[in-house]
């Protein structure tokens, strides 16, 4: 059975928290009852309408008919305006130290106290039936079902944004979406639009510069990073405030992959985020982010070269560090994807005491348009009482009636009151724990639509980035910004472009402008020249193999010995390996006993797996050496930089798939990550080898 089939019936086990439990009240397990309509009348027969004879025309009278496809008709509701293709998970959240010096917010006042959470993932341009791996940005939206109300983090995987003020947020969205005429194209950033706005709004540039990174590009949810992005505050029980940036990141290391094989991928596996996402946490692996803040107090608001109000900017770690405050981890899958991930409404305004806003205008704008958007998308006013967005905190208020009510309001609607004993009170006769108070902030300034001043550098944190990367980070983001250049048609929007890149850095510009087809632009004297080492990817790595995938080529007469030594080897470090041969079944092994296929080869693809090993055997090897699947397979695997290995004979597909030079043992390796035994190599050595390459990921300077 599937790990698929196993979730649907996997029933309800005992709730893990809070949240769970409130959950368990609303979920229905249809399985053991038996049919009925919407008014609980049982049916006898769902697969013949009520007609006039057996050849006679379908009968109006027949409600169960009506009633079930009339509920069909109307399954849809809108989807997200923008992030409308996403994947979701349940989890917690715990401290690991108390922060009361800083903030009063309760969920985050004790080392461990676990505070249920659901977090949502998603890409931001494509609609709900887009690929998961087009360059664009990750949403990485958190809510916490606090004892003091709910959370939201509403955050992205990459710590600045486009533009500066929410009023720009319609524009932005008109030109990054689909073009109005023909809807094309389906996810990405590649077209006309898109870089028309950004060429003519220099503020988008820093952004830009994370976009086309491989950034945009994650391998897996479970491998990027998530931030806040605005300055929010952080505020005490006696009304202190200090500035916050909010970090997470993955403790798998930030890992992505490379755009050859990202446009793959979307072919082979249209899903292969939420693929991974639901199949490591059914799997047991459950994925984990670190949440780090960096605090500045207030006095040092103006002591940094850019405005912390203006989210095109970041605040270099260097400057301020990330201190670590606390760990995420999802482990449970939820149940009904629309019922909980689709229905699920994030909201920047959904804050708690001890957690306040700033003056940023991109946040301000947000703070009108998600309640905003949720009302159309979830049909009014009362999607607050939707399962999956139901604080755990008690609710009480005088709000009434709406479309989908699903509450029975007894008593009194209106405060003050006296016939309904005067409830709900005002909170906070005791003392005001627990209750939201404002950030007492002094405001004062003339009513004008000018943006400020310290907002107008939009271009040395962008080179900032660039100075940081690597010659390999700095190769894919050059091919980035060609490829989708590249793909716009007209030739003022490219000029328009690679023109703004001269303000970030020459050689950019240059290269981007070769590229295309176009003269380099006239260099820019005194870009900035400082670097940020924490933006580097190559500084991300993390640590471990766990959940990287394997895949083992293999024919009949494969050396079965060989193959299951390194299985169990990497399996011990938490790496999952699957045997690929032509057909599913078994494959029998070199000594005459058999070895399982996991999978059909023509059903894969070398970009579902990190790395590829080919076990020896001659006849095995020759089989393979013969099949176009197999070579594409490993051509394509070097190709996109991953470690590759082969076992005695294994090494001639190698060489049919033009591998280069495979790197004998105990040389250079895994320099090239490309290891095959030299005679000697037991398989014990491969996969150590293996295991070591695998945790570096990719071998980019191949
Ligand atoms: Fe937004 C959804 C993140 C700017 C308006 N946004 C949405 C989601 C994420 C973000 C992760 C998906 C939530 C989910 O999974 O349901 N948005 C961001 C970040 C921004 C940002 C990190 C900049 C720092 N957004 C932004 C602005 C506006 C919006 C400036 C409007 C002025 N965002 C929305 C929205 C969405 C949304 C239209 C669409 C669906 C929804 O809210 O519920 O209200």
């Not at 809070?18 to 368990?24: C, G, H, N, T, Y």
């Not at 806040?228 to 970090?247: C, I, L, Q, Y």
């Not at 500045?296 to 850019?306: A, G, L, M, Q």
């Given at each position: ?303 940094f070269d850019f405005d912390l109000l203006d989210a ?372 014990d050595d491969v996969a150590d080898a293996l295991a ?11």
């Amino acid at each position: 059975m599937s790990a698929h089939h196993q979730s649907h019936q996997r029933g309800n086990p005992a709730p893990k928290d809070a949240k769970d439990e409130q959950l368990a009240r609303f979920r229905a397990a249809p399985e053991s009852d038996a049919l009925t309509t919407d008014q609980g009348v049982r049916v006898d027969d769902t697969d013949n309408a009520l007609r006039s004879g057996t050849r006679g025309p379908t009968l109006l009278e027949d409600f169960h008919n009506r009633e079930k496809i009339t509920h069909f008709d109307h399954e849809r509701i809108p989807e997200r305006v923008v992030h409308a293709r996403g994947a979701g998970a349940y989890g917690y959240f715990e401290p690991y130290e108390s922060l009361s010096e800083y903030t009063c917010a309760d969920f985050l006042a004790e080392a461990g106290r676990r505070t249920p959470v659901f977090v949502r993932f998603s890409t931001v341009q494509g609609p709900r039936g887009s690929a998961d791996t087009v360059r664009d940005v990750r949403g990485f939206a958190t809510k916490f079902y606090t004892r003091e109300g709910n959370y939201d983090l509403v955050g992205n995987n990459i710590p600045v944004f486009f533009i500066q003020d929410a009023i720009k947020f319609p524009d932005f969205v008109h030109a990054v979406k689909m073009e109005p005429d023909n809807e094309m194209p389906t996810g990405g950033t590649a077209h006309d639009t898109f870089w028309d706005f950004a060429s003519l709004q220099p503020e988008t540039t820093h952004m830009l510069m994370w976009a086309m990174s491989d950034r945009a590009i994650p391998r897996s949810f479970r491998m990027m990073q998530g931030f806040g992005v605005h300055t929010f505050r952080f505020v005490t029980a006696d009304g202190r405030g200090t500035f916050v940036k909010f970090h997470w990141k993955p403790k798998l290391g930030v890992h992505s992959q490379v755009w050859d094989e990202a446009q793959i991928t979307a072919g082979r596996d249209p899903d292969y985020h939420r693929r991974d996402l639901w199949e490591a946490i059914e799997a047991g692996e459950y994925p984990e982010w670190e949440l780090g803040v960096q605090l500045v107090p207030e006095s040092d608001e103006f002591s940094f070269d850019f405005d912390l109000l203006d989210a095109t900017k970041i605040i270099p770690e260097e400057q301020v560090p990330v201190r670590p405050i606390g760990r995420l981890v999802l482990d449970r899958n939820p149940q009904n994807f629309f019922a909980e991930t689709e229905q699920v409404a994030f909201h920047t305004a959904n804050v708690v005491p001890g957690i306040d806003f700033t003056n940023d205008p991109l946040l301000q704008g947000r703070n009108f348009s998600y309640l905003d958007t949720q009302l159309i998308r979830l049909g009014g006013p009362n999607f607050s009482q939707i399962p999956v967005n139901r604080p755990i905190a008690d609710v009480h208020h005088n709000h009434r009636d709406g479309f989908g009510q699903q509450v029975i309001h007894p008593g009194t609607n209106y405060f003050p009151n006296s016939l309904g004993g005067g409830c709900p009170a005002h909170a906070g006769a005791g003392g005001g724990a627990g209750v939201f108070r404002h950030y007492a902030e002094r405001v004062d300034g003339q009513k004008i639509r000018v943006r400020s001043e310290s907002f107008q550098d939009h271009y040395s944190q962008a080179a900032l980035f660039w100075n940081s990367m690597s010659d390999w980070e700095r190769r894919h983001i050059v091919e980035a910004f060609r490829f989708e250049l590249g793909k716009v048609g007209s030739t003022e929007v490219r000029e328009r472009m690679v023109g703004n890149l001269a303000n970030v850095n020459g050689d950019l510009a240059k290269s981007v402008a070769e590229g295309v087809g176009l003269p380099a632009p006239q260099p820019v004297a005194g870009v900035p020249s400082a670097t940020s080492p924490a933006l580097s990817q190559e500084n991300l790595l993390g640590s471990g193999i766990r959940t990287r995938k394997v895949a083992v080529l293999a024919a009949e007469g494969t050396d079965a010995g060989h193959v299951t030594a390194v299985r169990e080897r990497l399996a011990a470090d938490g790496a999952i390996v699957e045997v690929l041969a032509a057909r599913g079944g078994s494959v029998r092994g070199a000594d005459g006993g058999s070895l399982k296929v996991d999978r059909a080869l023509p059903t894969m693809a070398s970009v579902l797996y990190d790395a590829v090993l080919v076990a020896d055997g001659k006849e095995a090897v020759s089989a393979l050496a013969a099949d176009p699947a197999a070579v594409r397979f490993v051509e394509e695997a070097y190709r996109h930089g991953k470690p590759l290995a082969a076992l005695g004979e294994g090494t001639r597909l190698l060489t049919e798939a033009k591998v280069p030079e495979a790197v004998v043992l105990g040389e250079s390796a895994p320099d090239h990550g490309v290891l095959t035994g030299n005679g000697t190599a037991t398989a014990d050595d491969v996969a150590d080898a293996l295991a070591a390459a695998l945790a570096r990921h990719r071998f980019p300077y191949r």
